[in-house]
């Protein structure tokens, strides 16, 4: 059940916000994220962070 809720939080977060943020980057990619157990215990907004931290790093070359 908390796998579930987790892979659910993060589709969602890559669907409003992740994928809109490469695009205007202009750093179009394939995203493809993996929830470890410790993610199971994290809210929405610490899943949302990590997520466009990596983002955006990503989209200033600095990964």
């Known amino acids: ?7 659910r939080r993060l589709r969602e977060i890559g669907r409003r916000r992740a994928m809109r943020a490469l695009d205007e980057g202009g750093r179009p990619a394939d995203l493809v994220l993996r929830a470890r ?4 215990d994290a809210d929405y907004a610490v899943l949302e962070a990590e997520v466009m931290s990596a983002v ?5 070359g600095n990964f």
Request: charged fraction near 25%.
């Open 1 to 7: 059940m908390q796998r579930n809720l987790v892979k």
């Open 37 to 40: 157990r410790t993610a199971y």
């Open 56 to 60: 955006e790093a990503w989209c200033s």
